[in-house]
């Protein structure tokens, strides 16, 4: 009865300890990110402090994702700090509570945190982050470079009664029913080159593309001017979703799908891959990180050296959002497995917190 009792309160610190840390990030990315926009926004025609702010509001819930762990890793070394501050650690292991079974408590707390964090949280973000690439659009005035998600873009194929086209583009919205800075390379059913199509932005429609200020050049003939410009498609917004959404856009739910359909086009989903096991692998990253706390912050204060460990944590939780970012990126250079990438920051941090947790309550 007593560690039950005692498991609950410890988890009950624990929770309020990372909603108070996850809560103070989101107010300090919000901040950030709206005087971001505000020096960015001077130039919009359309911006407005409350335009700025909405965009703001839908973008901090993504921004908040990359950086939950660190605020878990955050909310559990203060919780064990305080707790031990206030002498509750000695009175809980002189009553015969292990370090292993006030850490339990938390790590199952965490466990659920990510768990929510993936399943209800990720979506909202998801359809958030869109919303906010939508209304940006609107205030920008639909400036190209303004969504630029890449030096590349976007490629997609497609073949139609009149030919093939490839079509690139620089951002796109809406998961793919609206693009910016649109560049079109149309060929023949021959497949010898016929034009070249240079857009503001385009929207699929049902059976063509709609081009909106629209360049055409074509050898041998002057360049013409089109305010709008059909070019005819045989592709669904279903199929160019894999081409053009990218993957902080697609919600954890619907990541499956888009896997299934790139395997079925032939195109790479590596970015989808790594998103969705990134997604699963966050509820164990979060226990991780309560492990690697727990190991540098449950040391007595009358010992002395508590400043030196948590500096050790937070440069531990640092090292590892580095790697984690490394990993990401050889996944998407496809140098990496997208499941190893995932996971490998979670058996690391996990890894390191428990065998230092070890060597300090057993060894």
């Known amino acids: 009865m007593i560690t039950g009792t005692l498991s609950r309160y410890f988890g009950m610190r624990f929770l309020t300890a990372v909603i108070g840390s996850f809560a103070g990030v989101v107010i300090l990315a919000g901040m950030i990110d709206y005087v971001e926009l505000m020096r960015r926004g001077a130039d919009w025609p359309n911006a407005t402090p409350w335009l700025l702010a909405k965009i703001s509001m839908f973008r901090v819930p993504q921004l908040?994702?990359?950086?939950?762990?660190?605020?878990?890793?955050?909310?559990?070394?203060?919780?064990?700090?305080?707790?031990?501050?206030?002498l509750e650690l000695v009175v809980a292991r002189a009553a015969g509570v292990s370090a292993w079974q006030f850490v339990a408590p938390a790590m199952l707390a965490a466990f659920l945190f990510g768990t929510v964090a993936t399943t209800i949280y990720n979506p909202i973000s998801a359809m958030?982050?869109?919303?906010?690439?939508?209304?940006?659009?609107?205030?920008?005035?639909?400036?190209?470079?303004?969504?630029?998600?890449?030096?590349?873009g976007f490629w997609v194929r497609q073949k139609s009664a009149d030919g093939a086209a490839i079509i690139n583009a620089k951002s796109s919205r809406e998961q793919g029913a609206k693009l910016g800075g649109v560049s079109v390379y149309t060929f023949d059913g021959s497949g010898h080159f016929q034009q070249r199509i240079e857009a503001k932005s385009a929207s699929l429609e049902d059976g063509y593309w709609q081009l909106d200020d629209a360049r055409i050049y074509a050898s041998g003939t002057p360049l013409v001017l089109a305010d709008t410009y059909r070019l005819g498609t045989n592709l669904t917004l279903e199929q160019v979703r894999e081409s053009f959404a990218t993957p902080e856009t697609v919600p954890f739910w619907q990541l499956p799908t888009y896997i299934e359909m790139a395997d079925r086009a032939g195109l790479v989903a590596a970015g989808y891959r790594l998103q969705y096991h990134q997604l699963l692998a966050r509820p164990f990253l979060l226990a991780a990180m309560v492990l690697l706390a727990a190991s540098v912050s449950l040391r007595f204060f009358r010992f002395g050296g508590v400043q030196k460990m948590v500096l050790s944590g937070i440069a531990a939780g640092f090292l590892l959002f580095v790697l984690s970012k490394i990993t990401d990126d050889m996944s998407k250079s496809?140098?990496?497995?997208?499941?190893?990438?995932?996971?490998?920051?979670?058996?690391?941090?996990?890894?390191?917190?428990?065998?230092?947790?070890?060597?300090?309550?057993?060894?």
């Not at 994702?65 to 031990?84: D, H, K, N, T, W």
């Not at 958030?128 to 590349?152: F, H, I, M, N, T």
């Not at 496809?334 to 309550?361: D, K, R």
Request: proline share 5%; glycine share 8%; net charge negative.
């Open 64 to 86: 908040t994702e990359r950086i939950m762990p660190f605020s878990v890793l955050v909310g559990a070394m203060s919780c064990y700090l305080a707790l031990s501050r206030r």
């Open 128 to 152: 958030l982050q869109e919303r906010s690439k939508r209304l940006e659009a609107e205030v920008v005035g639909e400036v190209p470079s303004a969504l630029q998600e890449s030096s590349s």
């Open 334 to 363: 496809e140098l990496m497995s997208p499941i190893a990438a995932a996971w490998a920051p979670v058996l690391v941090g996990g890894l390191t917190g428990f065998v230092a947790l070890l060597f300090q309550e057993d060894g």
